[in-house]
Structures are given as structure tokens and as C-alpha cells.
């Protein structure tokens, strides 16, 4: 979540002029602050939560890993004052994500000492952590669906068609083994569905990585598959 409030939800216009107290409180606990390098974990998954941390600006990607050893990757995103931990935090149980830097950064370290008292005093700062997890378990839940109840070349058929469309909280990954991870499978499977969307003049490759060549035919794909 981040510190800002997204701009829809029931409770938005209270927290839209709630939100400069919201972050005057959550940094009246920081007690330091510190950089990054590439590949540095903010969070690891299996690990119990001692901070909670905070992304001003930067690229952090998410995974985790089951028991059978295989690696799911949510994705990656750009910060924007995202708080990392908060889950944890309110359920006092171990780190389910691993967090990565994907670029120098800076982290923003929060006391949960502190910023539990500061909640006792103002509650009503509650309501910031209720609509920012409720907003990402939704998306969150969305992704979880579309990856289980779908096959690879309609996940990433749609997932195109989505980064086009809008700004995604999660955006993808260079390096086609993370790409797959996203998509819950190996890299040959992911090879082999983006050959089969490039055989049906859907997309194709450039530098900058997948694009649409046939939006019309691709959402005809997608409909044909629902």
C-alpha cells in the first residue's frame, strides 16, 4: 500500500484530507533512514517482520517461494511512498513476500513500537490501513485468479492488453525466468506460449520487450478463451 490513498474507495474524501496527518504520524516513528543497493531484500519471506519500511521512490519486485521449491514472482513496481510490512504487521506473523531492490534506493525504516502507539492515540488513522490492504487484496486476488483459472497464453495475452490500457500497479520483468515466475511456470512453457501469440499474428518482439501487433484479433482471443 501506500501512504497516499488511492483515488477511488468509500472513504476516500476522508482520506484524501486525512493524508498529510497520515504521513506526519507514520514519520514521527521512523528512526532512520538508508540506500540500497540492486538485489538488497527490504523483506524476506519466512522472516519475522522487525521494521516496517518505506519506498519513497524506486523499482522493488515481489516473490515467494513454495514448499515444492518453485518461485511465484507478483511482479514489479514503481514506489511511490509504498509501505512494505503493513500485512505482517497487523497479523504478527512472519514475512510472506520476499521484497528486492531492483535499483539503488532509498528505505525509510519504521518503528512498530511507535507507530502502534501513535494508532492507539489516533484510530481513526486506521482507516488508511483498511482501504489501502483492501485495494491490493483485491488486485492481488484478480492476478491470483486470472494466473489459476486461465491458461499461460490468456495470462499473458490479457496481461499486454492491461499494461497497455492502464498504468498496472505490477508491471512485468526483462529477464524471460522472472517473466515466467510471474505467470507460475518455467521459462521453456513461457517460450513456447509466446511463440504460439507471435504464430497467431497476435504480438510480437521489439526491444523494449512484448507488444500488440493485432489488438482486435487479441481481443477476440481472449473472449474466444473466457
Known sequence: ?????????????????????????????????????????ILRQGEKLEYLYIVPIGRVSMSII????????????NCDYHIFGEM???????????VVADEHLQVDT?????????????PEMMFFFAAGLAEDYQDSMDIYT??????????????????KETRAALGGFEKVNQEAERFGTSGRVYRRAVKDLMNKGLITKTEQGLTIINEHELRAFLNNHE
Not at 505482517?88 to 520476499?98: I, L, M, S, V
Request: net charge neutral; charged share 15%.
Open 1 to 41: 500500500m501506500k501512504i497516499s490513498p488511492y483515488a477511488s474507495g468509500r472513504f476516500q474524501s476522508f482520506l484524501s484530507d486525512k493524508n498529510r496527518a497520515f504521513n506526519d504520524l507514520i514519520y514521527q516513528c521512523q528512526v532512520t533512514s538508508s540506500y540500497l543497493d540492486v538485489g538488497s531484500e
Open 66 to 77: 513454495a514448499a515444492n521449491g518453485r518461485r511465484f514472482q507478483l511482479g514489479e513496481t
Open 88 to 98: 505482517e504487521y497487523f497479523t504478527q506473523t512472519p514475512c510472506q513476500w520476499t
Open 110 to 122: 519504521i518503528s512498530l513500537t511507535s507507530l502502534t502507539q501513535a494508532l492507539h492515540a489516533h
Open 146 to 163: 486470472n494466473r489459476l483459472l486461465h491458461p499461460i497464453t490468456y495470462n499473458i495475452a490479457y496481461d499486454l492488453l492491461i499494461q
